[in-house]
Structure formats: C-alpha cells, structure tokens
C-alpha cells in the first residue's frame, strides 16, 4: 500500500516509492532478476568456449577473445545513449526489446560456422543489449525508496551473478557433452523464456517522464556528471572492475585446459559455478555499506580481489579456485557499491551518470580482456596475474581517494547514522 507523508504545507502526499518487503517489491526484484540472468548469460555464455574457437576457427587465445571484447566494447559505446533513448520510449518498453532481440541473435550464433560471421553476431550483440544494463540502474535510481535501494540494486546485480555463472556453465558443460553450438543455443532459449518473464512481471514505471531526445540537453548532464567531485572516480572503478574480473575468466580456462591439470571442458565450466558467490556478496556488501557508508566499505572489495590474484599464481588448484572464489566475491561487492553510489550522486542525471559508469564499465572488460590475452601470449598465466594486479591495486588507490571524498549535502540516507551519512 502507498505511505502518506506530510509536505511542509501539512498537504498529504502519497509515498508511492518501491520499498523492501511489499508484493511490488518482489515483482520488481522478479522482473530484473530474470532480467540480469539473460542480459549476463547472453553476454558471457561464449568465455568457456574460447579455447573451443581457438580450436575450431584455428585462432589465437587474443583473437578468440575478441568474441567478448568486441560485444562489450559496442555495449559500452551504445549505452551511452541508451539512458537517452529510454528517456524518450520509456524504461520497460526499452529493456523488453533489448532482451528478447539479443536472445534471437544469439540463437543466430549457435547456426554460423565462420569466424567472421560470429563476430559480427557478437557485435550486434553488443548493440542490442545496451538497451538493458543502464536503463535497469536508472529504473530502480528512480522507483526504488532511498532505504531499499540498496538492497535492489544487490538482489538485480545476484541475478546477473546467477546469469554469467549459468551462461558459462550451461555453455561449458554441454560443450563437452553435445558442442558449443548446442549450449549456446540453450542459452538463448533460457535468454526467450527470461524476456518474457520480464515483461509480465516488472511493474509500470511511476517516477518516469517523457524526455523527447535534445542533444543540447544531453551533452549538459554527461559533462555534468565530471564536474562532480565523486562521479569520474567511480566510472574509473567501474573500468578496473570489469577489467580485472573478465580477463581472469577469460585466460583461467586456457591455463586449466592445459598441463599439468589437463582438466576437461566440463570441468572447467564447473569452476564458473563460483559465480554462486556473487549472488551473496553483492547483496551482502551492499547491505554492509548502506550501514557502515560505501567508502569505508569499497576498499575491501579491491583488496580481496589482490589477495586472490596472489593466489592464482599459486600451483595448487585448490588455491587457484580460492583465488578464483576471492576475485568474484570482491567483484561483486565492488561493483554493487560503486553502481548504487553513481545513483546517489547522479542527481537529475541519473541516467546519463549510470551510462557512463556502464561505459567504462564495460570497457574495462573489453579492452583488459583483449590486453590479457598479450600477457599470456608473453608470459602465460604469471603475467596476466600481474596485469590483472596492476588494475586491482589501482582500484585500491582509487577507493582510498572516495574514501577523503566529502559527504554530499543533505540528510543521510535511511539506516545510516550521522557520521557515517555519506554516499
């Protein structure tokens, strides 16, 4: 039921906000659960299989790579003007589209047998899924209340978990049993069955007014957004958390393919299922810093992400798979504290402000991704762990610096108290 509160006329206003523990509330976590299972499955299904495509398409371990960093850099790019384009055809009807077309292009996949072909599908992939990421920050910046914020944007960024570590896994497993074309199909049915559960279930934007496009008033919110003293700082976090997780996963299978674990494709995929603890920690850690504030609390997630890149470079496959455990787990909380803390800065902005964090968010994967493949090429898995620690550390700089960040003005938000009332 909508909550009444009093204006400083004494006029009673309804308090029509989406809060934790409602039947709205669920539907909307539903809708974009199911969304962020698509949206991550479709995009990350191909990592396990690229030593698949170095096989089949005799290509390099960089080259095969492209598969991902091509769709995430044209992702990066389109969602810039995604938050415009959903300004002006409304939240829903943008994500609805964006899900079920992506999901027909990657049933395309499954059917091509050139190289070229697949990277172009992969390109367009890119395209079509921009509609989503950003658009679904800035649907729950404006119809989530300030106090149950934080645990949407942990339970939408669980789903996401939940769908690369599927997408992977589905792909990986049944690559060994029936070929990658099989499994990549199948996850562009579960990407079908999930659009539609989107559709009927996320509720009709409330806080949402047309924006006809205005390229003046456009170019005024992105240079807006860095102007603010927090902003670029966290769209840098976002480009070195991205970066440093994808190339991991990109370059693990390679190093566990080979001796001395000779593990099967399978088996590997089965190592994706330590996405499961994504669905904790972002969830977890964003609660922890709703309490505690994000920037005594993001810092922790960039040195868990080192610690576990030290692991990695570790020979035991116990330890690997730690490491492993450790870099998602920091990732996660990471970007669920950095995503919802763009929202808050943003202001009026806020759809420009969460394109640009996704922009350099999906950069990072795009451009570390392909980089990796270099140092592996080089120096095998010790130089992508130190590259990959480079961008950690650097991370750990940037938090350091948020953490120094004044407060923005206003009262603190719901569940903080005074000292700790930053954003």
Not at 243 to 266: C, D, E, K, M, W
Request: aromatic share 12%; net charge positive.
């Amino acid at each position: 039921m909508p909550r009444l509160s009093m204006q400083a006329n004494n006029a009673p206003v309804v308090d029509d906000y989406i809060r934790h523990g409602t039947p709205i509330f669920r539907r909307t976590n539903l809708a974009l659960f199911a969304a962020g299972i698509a949206t991550f499955g479709l995009l990350y299904c191909i990592q396990p299989l690229m030593p698949e495509f170095s096989k089949d398409f005799q290509v390099s371990a960089a080259t095969s790579a492209l598969s991902l960093s091509l769709t995430t850099g044209v992702l990066a790019v389109a969602m810039l003007f995604a938050g415009a384009v959903s300004d002006a055809w409304g939240r829903k009807s943008v994500m609805t589209m964006s899900l079920l077309s992506s999901s027909v292009l990657v049933l395309a996949t499954a059917l091509v047998s050139d190289w070229h072909m697949l990277l172009i599908l992969r390109t367009l992939l890119g395209l079509t899924l921009s509609g989503l990421p950003a658009v679904a920050m800035t649907y729950l910046s404006e119809e989530m209340h300030p106090d149950s914020i934080g645990l949407g944007m942990g339970l939408y960024i669980s789903g996401n978990a939940i769908g690369g570590m599927g997408g992977r896994l589905v792909a990986g497993v049944l690559a060994d049993f029936v070929g990658w074309r099989a499994g990549v199909a199948t996850v562009g049915v579960i990407g079908l069955i999930s659009g539609l559960v989107f559709w009927s279930s996320l509720p009709p934007s409330r806080h949402f007014t047309v924006q006809p496009l205005n390229w003046r008033t456009l170019h005024a919110r992105f240079t807006g957004a860095f102007r603010d003293a927090g902003l670029p700082w966290l769209f840098a976090e976002g480009f070195l958390l991205l970066g440093a997780f994808v190339t991991v996963y990109n370059y693990i299978g390679y190093r566990l393919l080979a001796a001395p674990y000779h593990l099967s494709q399978a088996v590997v995929g089965l190592i994706f299922s330590v996405y499961l603890i994504g669905t904790f920690s972002s969830t977890w850690m964003g609660h922890l810093a709703g309490k505690l504030g994000r920037r005594k609390v993001l810092w922790t997630a960039f040195a868990l992400m080192f610690c576990g890149v030290l692991l990695t470079m570790t020979q035991p496959l116990m330890l690997i798979v730690l490491g492993i455990v450790a870099i998602t787990f920091g990732f996660f909380g990471g970007h669920s504290i950095a995503s919802s803390w763009v929202g808050r800065r943003a202001g009026a902005a806020k759809a420009q402000a969460s394109s640009m964090y996704l922009f350099s968010y999906y950069m990072g994967s795009s451009l570390a991704g392909v980089g990796g493949g270099f140092f592996y090429a080089s120096h095998g898995w010790q130089g992508v762990a130190i590259f990959v620690g480079a961008l950690v550390l650097a991370g750990l700089l940037i938090a350091w610096r948020l953490y120094k960040l004044a407060p923005l003005p206003g009262p603190p938000s719901p569940g903080t108290e005074p000292p700790l009332a930053e954003m």
